[in-house]
Structure formats: C-alpha cells, structure tokens
C-alpha cells in the first residue's frame, strides 16, 4: 500500500488544442478509496491512465509511495487495473485467470494457488474456480477482475468504471460488495466513474473533475453540502440541485414576486463586487409546500411517483430562464402520497438556512457566514 500524489500532473496530446489534464493536483492517502467523477471528456479516465503508465506525462510529475514514476513502464509501478470490459481470458478457466499474473512473474506455483483461493474466498467464487469466463454472470465475471489484480497485492488498486456493464439493480449490489472489499484490503483504490451516485456512496472522498480542471475534492457530505462553484453544485446531487440567477434587493433576492432572504456575509461580499445579480441554488428537498400569500409560484410540468416519496418538475415565476439543473427545470420533492397535478400551480417556501449563494461571473461560492 502506498500514497499517491500528482503533481502539477498535465497530459496534452499531439495536436490538441488544450491540455486533457491541466495542472492536476491531487494527494490520495495511504489506504484511502478515493473516486474521479465528471461527465464524458472531463479528463477522469486520462488522469488513471497516466498514473497508470498507459499515457505520457507532458508535465508536472506523479508519486506512488516515495518513488517517482512519472516515466517508469507500467509493469514496474506495483498497481493493478481493473477494467469495464473485464478483459478476462475465454479459454482460461476462472482460477488460471487469477493466477495468470502470477505465473507471468514467475511465482512458486503452491503460493499462486493459495493466494488465487484465498482470493476466491473473499470474493465467493470459490465454487466456480474450475469455469470458463462464458459459464459465468456479468457481475461474477467482474468478481473475477477483481481476483486477478487482489492476487498481486498491489500498491494500489485503480478501476476504470468496472460497472457500466452491468444491469442497474447488479450494479448497486457490486458497488457495495467493492466499498465492502476495499475498506477489509485496506489498499489504496483510485476509481473512475461517470455516475455521481456512484461517487457519493463508494468513496471516502471524491474528486470532481471538468474539462481537466480539477474543480472540488472532499468527503461526499462536504461535496454536497458545501459545492465549490456552480458546476459542483449542479452536478453533485440526485435530482441535481436547483440553480436559479436572481436580482439582488437589500433585503436579499428578488424570485417570483417574494424576497428570499440571503445571508448578511453573502450580501455584503457581492455587493463589494458591485454585483446586482447572484445565483442562488436550493435542493429539491430545501422547499415545502406553503400558501399563496408567502410563497413562490411553482408551475407543475411533470410529477414523478416514487411511492414514499415524489419530485415535482416545473418551473418558478419569473425565473425559468436562469434554472440550470439537469433536467431543465426546477424539481422540488413533494409528499408522495399527496403530490400537486400536472400543470397546476402551487407556492413554495424555500428554506434560506440551506441555500447556496455563487457569483455570477465566476461561478464560485459566496461565503454565506
């Protein structure tokens, strides 16, 4: 086990007109599962690529434990790589699959053999060591990706969104056997995913790249609680939360015909900008139900029933252009066995203790205390 570090880390292909990496830096403790997460293109899989050893540096530099590998092949760097496709050998029989690596390196074929069972405990596949890949699930299969680089007793271990292939209900079943299997190994785990979900329920922190900028890293909660700049906001939380450009009163921020109160420090800090607008982001579960003489309008387009629970998507008066959630509209969570009708208008009342305030211009968060 080991802690890694990047450095300035930068990687700009041939051609390219800018950086897929920029300047990455980022220190992931000894024995800590750390996840990148960011939409297509956001330079997530590049970044374990290069401290893989499968893309060139082009500047800065990259650290396992002591030792620079910026520029050492990667059969030298102690990791092991699971992939999405499993990469798993048909005619090899599970337990020749595990081994593999170890008969490459030359290991005594009694301690290969014990380390491939003890392997097959942890992960249940004791029973299908004599199979071939084929006779297999898709999630067993991925057990068996995960055999093969626990065998080698790497430094660390680094996984390039090892679930997309997998059916949803399989997918949340083997995100946690994995979380379960990390935190009992105790190595140092690098995973890449595309799913914020994914992010927030695996890592003990997770790094939220875009367009190879690294733009927050911190505990899920922190992430959720506290985003960085409108691009954290926007991406981290399912339903997204809620971001809306608002003009600015003395009082606070003018929606829908209502003043929403904004916190002392934020008003004082934008109006030294000499800023008149602000975004002001809220989640779904930040707004009740309330009358019409103190809410916010709130048209109903779409009503999503989940049984105990239930989101609303629509639009706020006044404020539709400047809601940038992922979905396109304002979503707010509503009593799921009394949910508003479609196209009906009810009045919201937005819980100002949890509200996010960003600058406009930049993006960034306000300090709100």
């Not at 304002?330 to 009906?344: A, D, N, Q």
Request: charged share 25%.
């Amino acid at each position: 086990m080991a802690a890694i570090t990047y450095d300035r880390a930068t990687l700009t292909y041939p051609g390219a007109e800018r950086p897929s990496v920029n300047a990455l830096d980022l220190e992931i403790a000894d024995g800590e599962f750390l996840v990148l997460v960011g939409p297509s293109g956001c330079g997530k899989s590049t970044s374990l690529r290069m401290l893989a050893g499968l893309e060139d540096v082009t500047e800065g530099s990259i650290r396992i434990g002591d030792h620079d590998v910026t520029h050492v092949p990667p059969k030298n760097r102690d990791i092991a790589m699971v992939f999405q496709n499993y990469a798993l050998y048909p005619h090899m029989t599970v337990a020749e699959n595990m081994g593999f690596a170890l008969k490459i390196a030359g290991m005594d074929k009694a301690e290969a053999r014990r380390r491939v069972e003890d392997a097959a405990r942890i992960l249940d596949l004791t029973d299908y060591l004599d199979r071939k890949p084929k006779a297999l699930s898709g999630g067993q299969r991925q057990r068996v990706a995960m055999g093969r680089a626990i065998v080698r007793q790497p430094k660390a271990f680094l996984m390039d969104e090892p679930l997309s292939n997998l059916d949803a209900k399989l997918r949340v079943q083997t995100r946690t056997e994995i979380a379960a299997l990390q935190r009992r190994l105790g190595t140092t785990t690098v995973y890449v995913t595309h799913d914020q979900v994914e992010a927030m329920t695996m890592g003990d922190r997770v790094a939220v790249l875009k367009d190879g900028f690294l733009q927050q890293v911190d505990t899920p909660r922190n992430l959720y609680d506290r985003p960085a700049n409108v691009f954290v906001a926007g991406f981290i939380g399912s339903p997204a939360m809620n971001l809306v450009e608002v003009e600015l009163t003395e009082g606070g921020a003018l929606l829908g015909g209502q003043t929403i109160p904004v916190p002392r420090a934020a008003l004082a800090e934008l109006a030294g900008r000499g800023a008149r607008t602000a975004t002001i982001g809220f989640r779904p579960e930040s707004a009740t139900l309330t009358t019409a003489q103190t809410g916010v309008p709130f048209e109903v387009a779409v009503v999503e029933e989940l049984g105990s629970d239930a989101f609303a998507y629509g639009s706020l008066a006044g404020a539709a252009a400047g809601t940038e959630n992922r979905s396109g509209m304002t979503t707010i969570r509503v009593p799921g066995r009394r949910p508003p009708m479609k196209g009906e208008t009810v009045h919201l009342d937005i819980d100002t203790t949890e509200l996010h305030v960003f600058d406009v211009e930049s993006g960034a968060r306000v300090a709100t205390s």
